[in-house]
Protein backbone atom coordinates (compact mmCIF):
# COMPACT_ATOMS: atom_id res chain seq x y z
CA UNK A 1 0.00 0.00 0.00
CA UNK A 2 1.17 2.98 -1.24
CA UNK A 3 1.76 5.98 1.60
CA UNK A 4 3.38 9.38 2.21
CA UNK A 5 3.89 11.92 4.68
CA UNK A 6 1.34 14.40 5.07
CA UNK A 7 1.43 17.27 7.16
CA UNK A 8 -1.98 19.28 6.95
CA UNK A 9 -5.18 18.67 4.75
CA UNK A 10 -6.61 22.09 4.99
CA UNK A 11 -10.36 22.33 3.54
CA UNK A 12 -12.17 25.36 2.24
CA UNK A 13 -8.89 27.00 1.14
CA UNK A 14 -9.50 30.38 -1.50
CA UNK A 15 -5.73 30.81 -1.42
CA UNK A 16 -4.12 27.99 -3.34
CA UNK A 17 -5.66 28.07 -6.81
CA UNK A 18 -9.27 29.35 -8.19
CA UNK A 19 -12.13 28.64 -6.13
CA UNK A 20 -12.33 26.57 -3.05
CA UNK A 21 -9.89 24.02 -2.89
CA UNK A 22 -8.49 21.06 -0.19
CA UNK A 23 -4.98 21.66 0.16
CA UNK A 24 -3.25 18.70 0.76
CA UNK A 25 0.75 19.82 2.11
CA UNK A 26 3.02 17.26 1.63
CA UNK A 27 6.23 16.60 3.75
CA UNK A 28 9.52 17.79 2.93
CA UNK A 29 11.44 20.17 0.38
CA UNK A 30 14.52 20.49 -1.58
CA UNK A 31 14.47 24.21 -1.21
CA UNK A 32 15.26 25.78 2.34
CA UNK A 33 13.96 29.02 1.83
CA UNK A 34 14.53 31.81 4.37
CA UNK A 35 10.94 33.29 4.58
CA UNK A 36 9.27 29.66 4.52
CA UNK A 37 6.01 30.03 6.84
CA UNK A 38 5.86 26.34 6.95
CA UNK A 39 9.18 25.48 8.39
CA UNK A 40 7.82 22.05 9.48
CA UNK A 41 7.33 21.11 5.95
CA UNK A 42 10.70 20.77 5.09
CA UNK A 43 12.02 18.04 6.61
CA UNK A 44 10.51 14.73 4.84
CA UNK A 45 10.45 12.84 7.99
CA UNK A 46 8.02 13.36 11.06
CA UNK A 47 8.88 15.84 13.59
CA UNK A 48 7.82 17.27 17.14
CA UNK A 49 6.38 20.80 17.87
CA UNK A 50 7.46 21.78 21.14
CA UNK A 51 5.56 24.81 22.70
CA UNK A 52 7.85 25.75 25.20
CA UNK A 53 5.03 28.70 26.81
CA UNK A 54 2.85 26.60 27.44
CA UNK A 55 4.95 23.29 29.41
CA UNK A 56 4.18 23.50 32.99
CA UNK A 57 7.12 21.42 33.12
CA UNK A 58 5.26 18.37 35.25
CA UNK A 59 7.58 15.70 33.84
CA UNK A 60 4.92 13.31 33.03
CA UNK A 61 6.80 13.25 29.10
CA UNK A 62 10.18 12.32 30.96
CA UNK A 63 8.58 9.74 32.92
CA UNK A 64 6.76 8.32 29.86
CA UNK A 65 9.70 8.61 27.68
CA UNK A 66 10.83 5.06 26.42
CA UNK A 67 14.67 6.71 25.66
CA UNK A 68 15.44 8.78 28.38
CA UNK A 69 15.27 11.71 26.00
CA UNK A 70 13.70 14.64 27.84
CA UNK A 71 15.17 16.51 30.45
CA UNK A 72 13.88 19.12 33.01
CA UNK A 73 15.81 22.12 32.09
CA UNK A 74 14.89 25.19 34.31
CA UNK A 75 11.39 24.16 34.60
CA UNK A 76 11.16 23.01 30.85
CA UNK A 77 11.08 20.13 28.93
CA UNK A 78 14.00 19.71 27.08
CA UNK A 79 13.95 16.99 24.39
CA UNK A 80 17.28 15.55 22.67
CA UNK A 81 16.93 14.86 19.37
CA UNK A 82 19.84 13.02 18.85
CA UNK A 83 18.01 9.86 21.22
CA UNK A 84 14.30 10.70 20.04
CA UNK A 85 12.76 8.39 17.69
CA UNK A 86 9.20 10.23 17.68
CA UNK A 87 7.59 7.54 19.50
CA UNK A 88 5.32 10.25 20.62
CA UNK A 89 4.72 8.86 23.84
CA UNK A 90 5.56 12.36 25.48
CA UNK A 91 2.28 13.75 23.13
CA UNK A 92 0.16 11.54 24.82
CA UNK A 93 1.51 12.11 28.77
CA UNK A 94 1.45 15.96 28.54
CA UNK A 95 -1.59 17.73 30.14
CA UNK A 96 -1.73 20.94 27.96
CA UNK A 97 -0.63 19.34 24.70
CA UNK A 98 2.85 21.45 24.65
CA UNK A 99 4.03 18.92 22.46
CA UNK A 100 2.58 17.87 18.74
CA UNK A 101 3.70 15.59 15.83
CA UNK A 102 4.20 16.75 12.75
CA UNK A 103 3.70 14.41 9.74
CA UNK A 104 0.68 11.90 9.16
CA UNK A 105 1.58 8.49 7.14
CA UNK A 106 -1.35 8.19 4.89
CA UNK A 107 -2.72 5.90 2.01
CA UNK A 108 -3.93 7.18 -0.98
CA UNK A 109 -7.10 6.00 0.06
CA UNK A 110 -7.34 8.19 2.91
CA UNK A 111 -6.52 11.31 1.30
CA UNK A 112 -9.14 11.01 -1.07
CA UNK A 113 -11.70 9.92 1.26
CA UNK A 114 -10.66 13.28 3.07
CA UNK A 115 -10.62 15.37 0.15
CA UNK A 116 -13.72 14.09 -1.75
CA UNK A 117 -15.53 15.73 1.61
CA UNK A 118 -16.16 19.21 -0.23
CA UNK A 119 -16.78 18.36 -3.62
CA UNK A 120 -20.13 19.96 -3.95
CA UNK A 121 -18.15 22.83 -2.98
CA UNK A 122 -15.31 22.22 -5.69
CA UNK A 123 -18.22 21.80 -8.10
CA UNK A 124 -20.08 24.97 -7.64
CA UNK A 125 -16.83 27.37 -7.17
CA UNK A 126 -14.65 25.69 -10.03
CA UNK A 127 -11.89 24.66 -7.51
CA UNK A 128 -10.59 21.27 -6.52
CA UNK A 129 -7.54 19.86 -5.17
CA UNK A 130 -3.96 21.21 -4.58
CA UNK A 131 -1.48 19.29 -3.92
CA UNK A 132 1.30 21.64 -1.72
CA UNK A 133 3.86 21.75 0.98
CA UNK A 134 6.85 21.09 0.75
CA UNK A 135 7.28 19.65 -2.44
CA UNK A 136 4.59 16.89 -3.66
CA UNK A 137 6.65 15.85 -6.34
CA UNK A 138 9.30 14.31 -4.14
CA UNK A 139 6.82 11.91 -3.32
CA UNK A 140 5.95 11.46 -7.12
CA UNK A 141 4.65 7.96 -6.51
CA UNK A 142 2.57 8.97 -4.17
CA UNK A 143 0.98 12.11 -6.02
CA UNK A 144 0.95 9.76 -9.62
CA UNK A 145 -1.93 7.74 -7.86
CA UNK A 146 -3.65 10.34 -6.61
CA UNK A 147 -3.65 12.34 -9.98
CA UNK A 148 -4.90 9.29 -11.67
CA UNK A 149 -7.63 8.66 -9.75
CA UNK A 150 -9.14 12.62 -9.35
CA UNK A 151 -8.27 12.96 -13.44
CA UNK A 152 -10.91 9.57 -13.27
CA UNK A 153 -13.11 11.25 -11.00
CA UNK A 154 -12.68 14.71 -13.31
CA UNK A 155 -11.53 16.68 -9.89
CA UNK A 156 -9.51 19.04 -11.01
CA UNK A 157 -5.86 18.64 -9.09
CA UNK A 158 -3.13 21.38 -8.91
CA UNK A 159 0.09 21.37 -7.92
CA UNK A 160 1.88 23.67 -6.19
CA UNK A 161 5.67 23.15 -6.72
CA UNK A 162 8.98 24.94 -6.25
CA UNK A 163 10.14 23.10 -9.60
CA UNK A 164 13.51 21.66 -8.31
CA UNK A 165 12.77 17.97 -9.50
CA UNK A 166 14.10 15.83 -11.67
CA UNK A 167 12.50 16.44 -15.61
CA UNK A 168 12.17 12.73 -15.95
CA UNK A 169 9.44 12.62 -12.51
CA UNK A 170 7.94 16.37 -13.42
CA UNK A 171 7.52 15.75 -17.51
CA UNK A 172 5.81 12.17 -16.85
CA UNK A 173 3.65 13.79 -14.11
CA UNK A 174 2.85 16.91 -16.08
CA UNK A 175 -0.25 15.03 -18.02
CA UNK A 176 -1.97 14.26 -15.42
CA UNK A 177 -1.70 17.67 -13.66
CA UNK A 178 -4.53 20.21 -14.56
CA UNK A 179 -2.58 23.32 -12.96
CA UNK A 180 0.49 24.26 -12.38
CA UNK A 181 1.05 26.99 -9.20
CA UNK A 182 4.70 27.14 -9.94
CA UNK A 183 7.08 29.50 -7.46
CA UNK A 184 9.49 31.40 -8.84
CA UNK A 185 12.18 33.77 -6.33
CA UNK A 186 14.65 34.87 -8.67
CA UNK A 187 16.31 34.78 -12.10
CA UNK A 188 19.58 35.28 -10.46
CA UNK A 189 20.43 31.94 -9.47
CA UNK A 190 23.65 33.01 -7.25
CA UNK A 191 21.06 34.87 -4.73
CA UNK A 192 18.92 31.81 -5.25
CA UNK A 193 21.41 29.88 -4.28
CA UNK A 194 21.74 32.58 -1.24
CA UNK A 195 18.19 32.17 0.50
CA UNK A 196 17.01 29.03 -0.81
CA UNK A 197 19.80 26.68 -0.43
CA UNK A 198 20.08 25.71 -4.29
CA UNK A 199 20.87 27.51 -7.30
CA UNK A 200 18.10 27.59 -9.81
CA UNK A 201 19.02 26.18 -13.62
CA UNK A 202 16.80 23.04 -13.06
CA UNK A 203 13.48 25.18 -11.53
CA UNK A 204 13.71 27.99 -14.84
CA UNK A 205 14.11 25.12 -17.41
CA UNK A 206 11.16 22.62 -15.61
CA UNK A 207 9.46 25.70 -15.83
CA UNK A 208 10.09 26.39 -19.98
CA UNK A 209 9.61 22.81 -20.25
CA UNK A 210 6.31 23.04 -18.80
CA UNK A 211 5.26 26.01 -20.55
CA UNK A 212 5.98 24.07 -24.27
CA UNK A 213 4.29 20.98 -23.24
CA UNK A 214 1.27 23.67 -22.86
CA UNK A 215 0.61 22.64 -19.56
CA UNK A 216 -1.71 25.42 -17.33
CA UNK A 217 0.59 27.15 -15.47
CA UNK A 218 0.26 30.20 -12.69
CA UNK A 219 3.55 31.23 -11.74
CA UNK A 220 3.73 32.78 -8.29
CA UNK A 221 5.90 34.99 -6.17
CA UNK A 222 6.67 35.76 -2.95
CA UNK A 223 7.66 38.94 -2.54
CA UNK A 224 10.31 39.46 0.01
CA UNK A 225 11.00 43.08 1.49
CA UNK A 226 14.97 43.75 0.68
CA UNK A 227 15.46 40.61 -1.11
CA UNK A 228 13.96 39.44 -3.84
CA UNK A 229 11.57 42.77 -4.32
CA UNK A 230 13.97 44.54 -6.51
CA UNK A 231 13.01 46.30 -9.51
CA UNK A 232 14.74 44.52 -11.69
CA UNK A 233 14.01 40.52 -10.28
CA UNK A 234 10.41 41.24 -10.96
CA UNK A 235 11.40 42.97 -14.06
CA UNK A 236 13.31 40.02 -15.32
CA UNK A 237 11.09 37.40 -14.28
CA UNK A 238 8.03 38.66 -15.76
CA UNK A 239 9.90 39.18 -18.64
CA UNK A 240 11.43 35.37 -18.47
CA UNK A 241 7.46 34.23 -17.97
CA UNK A 242 6.29 36.53 -21.80
CA UNK A 243 9.14 34.71 -23.18
CA UNK A 244 7.81 31.56 -21.95
CA UNK A 245 4.32 32.55 -22.72
CA UNK A 246 2.63 32.33 -19.48
CA UNK A 247 0.09 34.61 -18.89
CA UNK A 248 -0.83 34.47 -15.18
CA UNK A 249 0.95 35.67 -12.01
CA UNK A 250 0.34 35.77 -8.24
CA UNK A 251 2.02 37.82 -6.19
CA UNK A 252 2.27 36.67 -2.51
CA UNK A 253 3.41 40.05 -0.35
CA UNK A 254 5.59 38.61 2.52
CA UNK A 255 4.33 38.11 6.26
CA UNK A 256 5.14 36.72 9.37
CA UNK A 257 2.50 33.58 9.96
CA UNK A 258 4.77 30.99 11.27
CA UNK A 259 7.26 32.40 12.88
CA UNK A 260 6.33 30.79 15.81
CA UNK A 261 6.93 27.39 14.82
CA UNK A 262 10.83 28.22 13.92
CA UNK A 263 11.03 28.93 17.57
CA UNK A 264 8.80 25.68 18.33
CA UNK A 265 11.07 23.61 15.96
CA UNK A 266 14.05 24.45 17.48
CA UNK A 267 15.33 26.31 14.40
CA UNK A 268 16.56 29.92 13.11
CA UNK A 269 14.92 32.41 11.55
CA UNK A 270 17.10 34.62 9.50
CA UNK A 271 14.63 37.12 8.78
CA UNK A 272 13.82 38.50 11.73
CA UNK A 273 14.22 42.28 11.08
CA UNK A 274 12.06 42.28 7.86
CA UNK A 275 9.65 44.63 7.36
CA UNK A 276 5.87 44.27 5.72
CA UNK A 277 5.77 45.24 1.85
CA UNK A 278 4.92 48.77 1.61
CA UNK A 279 1.28 48.98 -0.63
CA UNK A 280 3.31 51.37 -3.03
CA UNK A 281 6.04 48.76 -3.09
CA UNK A 282 3.46 46.48 -4.60
CA UNK A 283 1.64 48.62 -6.47
CA UNK A 284 4.76 49.27 -8.19
CA UNK A 285 5.26 45.94 -8.77
CA UNK A 286 2.02 44.98 -9.96
CA UNK A 287 2.40 48.06 -12.33
CA UNK A 288 5.78 46.19 -13.65
CA UNK A 289 4.21 43.02 -14.62
CA UNK A 290 1.39 44.22 -16.09
CA UNK A 291 3.33 46.26 -18.51
CA UNK A 292 4.38 43.55 -19.62
CA UNK A 293 0.97 41.82 -20.45
CA UNK A 294 0.80 39.70 -16.98
CA UNK A 295 -2.31 39.52 -15.50
CA UNK A 296 -1.65 39.91 -12.06
CA UNK A 297 -2.62 38.85 -8.94
CA UNK A 298 -2.22 40.01 -5.31
CA UNK A 299 -2.78 36.78 -3.16
CA UNK A 300 -3.16 33.07 -4.30
S1 LIG B 1 8.62 11.26 20.95
FE1 LIG B 1 9.06 9.44 22.21
S2 LIG B 1 11.30 9.27 22.17
FE2 LIG B 1 10.79 11.35 21.49
S3 LIG B 1 10.89 12.58 23.35
FE3 LIG B 1 8.75 11.98 23.04
S4 LIG B 1 8.54 10.11 24.29
FE4 LIG B 1 10.74 10.44 24.00
S1 LIG C 1 4.28 16.76 29.95
FE1 LIG C 1 3.95 18.68 28.83
S2 LIG C 1 3.74 20.22 30.43
FE2 LIG C 1 4.65 18.42 31.41
S3 LIG C 1 6.88 18.79 31.28
FE3 LIG C 1 6.31 17.59 29.47
S4 LIG C 1 5.93 19.11 27.87
FE4 LIG C 1 5.91 20.21 29.84
Known sequence: MKTANIFNIQRYSIHDGPGIRTTVFFKGCPLNCWWCHNPESQATTQELLFDQERCLGCGNCLRNCPVGAIELVDGKALRAKSKCDICGQCIQSCPVSAVELVGQIMTVEEVIEETEKDLLFYEESGGGV???G????????????????????EIELAVD???????????????????????LKFIDSEKHQQYTGVGNQLILANLAKLAAANCR???????????????????????????????DVNLLPYHRAGVDKYQRLGKEYKLSECEDLSEERLAQLVGILEKLGLNTKIGG
Open 134 to 153: GEPLLQADFLTLLADYYQQA
Open 217 to 247: IIARIPLIPGINDHISNIKEIGQFLTELNIK
Open 161 to 183: TCGQIAWEKLGRLAPKIALFLYD
Open 130 to 132: TCS
